[in-house]
């Protein structure tokens, strides 16, 4: 148990550290693609910044895994953090880096709890977006037969390929910038799919609480009116009792008060219903 409470104190306070190395990232990775006159000084300060962020995400799985109270478990549950971490180990390609990265800073941003469905898959549309413009950009800007040259170009391309819309007005022409390609619209395909559930799952949760609501209306109306036949047959007999003994005014009383319980009774069926 003390083990568990460590690893969730750990999570709660690099949440928001590990969110801002993300920012810097993205930063980082997009300068020398938008700016394409970057001087070798700067791409070096930018690669460094990558390789760091990086590092410090599989610091971030290193310690968890330390921490965890079933290793063996951790890493089944958490395999696709360990690939993340490993491949741009075996491969260090900067494209490869920026996979491992959204990886990472995804599977961190679902364990926060106070992060809503819909922030969610606000934030990985943008972030989608954002880096399958500038993936995209980075190997297709060069291609001799290529035709995203700008980064107006590359985010129209990301925006019609993850809504898997595809004008065709803009194509990638090399291998690597098919495979984004691919990687979008399945995205694109996965993300719309998770709106369209959601929306779905409110629509269902609004009937469902109306019905409910119904429900208890009528079971109250039910409820009031056998106390309504209980209480006239109540009055009906003292009445039957009052005209038997020969005292004809409890007779004119009961039917009276029978006159105004039944009166009262059915304005509070009317206001239930009325709500």
């Known amino acids: 148990m003390k083990q568990q409470s460590a690893q969730a104190?750990?999570?709660?306070?690099?949440?928001?550290?590990?969110?801002?190395?993300?920012?810097?990232?993205?930063v980082a990775y997009a300068v020398p693609i938008v700016d394409s006159?970057?001087?070798?000084?700067?791409?070096?300060?930018?690669?460094?910044?990558?390789?760091?962020?990086?590092?410090?995400?599989?610091?971030?799985?290193?310690?968890?895994?330390?921490?965890?109270?079933?290793?063996?478990?951790?890493?089944?549950?958490?395999?696709?953090?360990?690939?993340?971490?490993?491949?741009?180990?075996?491969?260090?390609?900067?494209?490869?880096?920026?996979?491992?990265?959204?990886?990472?800073?995804?599977?961190?941003?679902?364990?926060?709890?106070?992060?809503?469905?819909?922030?969610?898959?606000?934030g990985a549309v943008v972030g989608l977006l954002m880096f399958g413009s500038l993936a995209v950009l980075s190997v297709e800007r060069d291609s001799p037969n290529g035709n995203i040259r700008t980064l107006g170009d590359a985010v129209w391309w990301s925006f019609t390929t993850m809504t898997t819309v595809g004008y065709g007005d803009h194509a990638p022409t090399t291998g690597l910038g098919r495979m984004i390609a691919v990687g979008l619209m399945l995205s694109g395909i996965a993300l719309?799919?998770?709106?369209?559930?959601?929306?779905?799952?409110?629509?269902?949760?609004?009937?469902?609480?109306?019905?409910?609501?119904?429900?208890?209306?009528?079971?109250?109306?039910?409820?009031?009116?056998?106390?309504?036949?209980?209480?006239?047959?109540e009055v009906a007999a003292l009445s039957g009792v009052g005209v038997g003994v020969g005292v004809g005014v409890p007779g004119v009383v009961g039917a009276g008060v029978a006159e105004v319980l039944g009166a009262g009774v059915s304005e509070v069926l009317g206001d239930e219903v009325s709500r």
């Not at 750990?10 to 810097?24: N, S």
């Not at 290793?71 to 549950?77: G, M, P």
């Not at 494209?95 to 969610?120: E, K, P």
């Open 37 to 122: 006159t970057a001087g070798h000084s700067l791409t070096t300060v930018c690669t460094a910044v990558e390789w760091v962020v990086w590092g410090a995400f599989a610091a971030d799985y290193l310690m968890r895994l330390a921490m965890s109270r079933h290793r063996r478990r951790f890493v089944r549950t958490h395999w696709m953090d360990l690939c993340a971490v490993v491949v741009p180990i075996l491969q260090p390609l900067r494209l490869l880096r920026m996979v491992s990265t959204l990886i990472l800073v995804g599977r961190r941003a679902r364990m926060a709890s106070q992060i809503q469905l819909t922030t969610y898959v606000a």
């Open 9 to 26: 104190r750990w999570e709660q306070r690099t949440q928001r550290p590990l969110l801002g190395l993300a920012v810097a990232f993205a």
């Open 192 to 233: 719309l799919g998770v709106v369209t559930a959601n929306i779905a799952t409110w629509f269902i949760a609004r009937f469902e609480k109306d019905d409910v609501e119904e429900r208890r209306q009528t079971e109250a109306i039910e409820a009031l009116t056998e106390e309504v036949r209980a209480l006239r047959a």
